[in-house]
């Protein structure tokens, strides 16, 4: 079974960063794509980033292009999301998630195995 756990969380103030981290287990790491989502309070979870298998290809949400950029180590099974230039619509739960495909091909192929998820908090 898959299992991820997210950390690095925090609260900061706009315009600041913070770097994610998510280990992965119950799966060989490097061969499937991985991303990133959010959940901001009273709003559905939101696909921001995904990573192909080898970090040969990535790709973001609109709102965050430009001042995020994920990472992988698969030597490590981690996988990263350095975030600058911090907005306070950013404020949400994020959550990394295993794809069932090496590439980037749509939200709906990551598996529905979820951590608690990490707490990002951005102050104006």
């Known amino acids: 079974q898959v299992q991820v756990v997210e950390s690095g969380g925090g609260l900061v103030q706009a315009g600041g960063s913070l770097r994610l981290s998510c280990t992965a287990s119950?799966?060989?790491?490097?061969?499937?794509?991985m991303g990133w989502f959010r959940q901001a309070p009273g709003k559905e979870r939101e696909w921001v980033s995904c990573?192909?298998?080898?970090?040969?290809?990535?790709v973001y949400v609109d709102s965050v292009k430009g001042r995020f950029t994920i990472s992988r180590d698969n030597a490590k099974s981690t996988l990263y999301l350095q975030m600058n230039s911090l907005k306070p619509e950013d404020t949400a739960m994020y959550y990394c998630?295993?794809?069932?495909?090496?590439?980037?091909?749509?939200?709906?192929?990551?598996?529905?195995?979820w951590g608690l998820g990490t707490q990002v908090t951005v102050s104006s």
């Open positions: 990573i192909a298998w080898n970090g040969g290809y990535t």
């Open positions: 998630a295993a794809s069932i495909i090496a590439g980037c091909s749509g939200s709906k192929y990551f598996r529905d195995s």
């Open positions: 119950g799966l060989t790491f490097e061969d499937y794509a």
